[in-house]
């Protein structure tokens, strides 16, 4: 089988867990602490590996404590490895806090190495982009850097999938690249200015990014489920519960890995979604990124309960 191709950071997730986040000067006292592996393109990497991808990861890492839990996580999880040392930066590092009654999340990412992937780090990977089943990135690293990974995988004739996180303006040229865009309800209305509050005005909003030349469009919607919509079908997948949400940081690059594992099995589109609904399902049952993907055979199960 054809391999997964995933391109994006990794950062050491230092997640905190409090009732509230503190007003401007003040000292709360929080509920927990958690050092963990994640980075969108890391976590979606490690999510398609445990649903059973071939998965290679192209990315930077510093030469620091924080690139030896990256290395740790990609071997636990049967990742391959596509790295550069850049031994002028330091492995990424990200700041989540939690709000306890919830599992909500708010996020601040400093990328470090992997803010510097460059054109020519993905030109260096190119005949690996172009052997690959399915092509994903993210918008953590340079734009510039996405663009060219989407350009090689589209010559190649791979299917490119672009999770535009965290929202950032793109031109039409970049999105015309894309197969799938995947983004969620605050990203959509970044890149449309549409409000999506509910599956009528996601419909809307995927209309305006087909328009720009998108082949189709998944839209996350939380525990509304997705919206998928190309230029002949609009298909609403409804949340796959798979028990009480704990935590829901993760839960778009859970979508992301899964989805992108059953299209390169050549998987129907709507089933993939589906996929990469219950892999995000089970992941927000547990705390933490990486570390809450599920297993093959876990999202098997849950997909086989609701069959």
Not at 213 to 229: C, E, F, S
Not at 236 to 250: K, L, Q
């Amino acid at each position: 089988m054809k391999p997964i191709v995933i391109l994006g950071i990794f950062v050491a997730d230092t997640a905190y867990r409090a009732e509230r986040q503190p007003k401007m000067g003040e000292t709360i006292m929080g509920n927990s602490f958690v050092l963990g592996p994640g980075g969108k393109g890391s976590n979606q990497s490690v999510a398609a590996a445990m649903a059973g991808g071939d998965v290679h990861f192209i990315t930077r890492l510093g030469n620091d404590a924080f690139a030896d839990i990256a290395r740790a996580t990609w071997a636990k999880a049967g990742v391959t490895p596509q790295v550069k040392i850049d031994h002028d930066s330091y492995t990424g590092a990200a700041y989540i806090f939690i709000e306890a009654s919830t599992g909500n999340n708010a996020i601040i990412v400093s990328p470090g190495a992997a803010g510097r992937v460059s054109v020519q780090d993905v030109e260096e990977k190119a005949d690996l982009i172009a052997s690959a089943a399915v092509f994903v990135t993210q918008l953590e690293q340079p734009i510039p850097a996405a663009k060219r990974g989407l350009e090689i995988a589209r010559a190649a004739g791979v299917t490119t999938i672009l999770n535009p996180a965290p929202a950032a303006t793109l031109s039409d040229d970049i999105l015309a690249l894309c197969d799938y865009v995947t983004p969620n309800e605050s990203e959509t209305e970044s890149l449309t200015g549409l409000p999506v509050t509910t599956v009528a005005e996601a419909e809307t909003a995927a209309d305006a990014l087909l328009a720009k030349g998108v082949g189709a469009v998944i839209i996350t919607l939380g525990d509304k489920g997705a919206l998928y919509r190309d230029r002949t079908r609009s298909v609403h997948v409804p949340v796959i519960s798979a028990g009480p949400v704990v935590e829901t940081t993760g839960a778009g690059d859970a979508f992301n890995g899964g989805f992108a594992v059953a299209l390169s099995e050549g998987r129907d589109v709507v089933e993939a979604v589906r996929f990469g609904c219950a892999t995000a399902g089970i992941s927000v049952t547990r705390a933490g990124t990486a570390p809450s993907m599920p297993s093959r055979t876990e999202i098997e199960t849950l997909l086989a309960k609701g069959a």
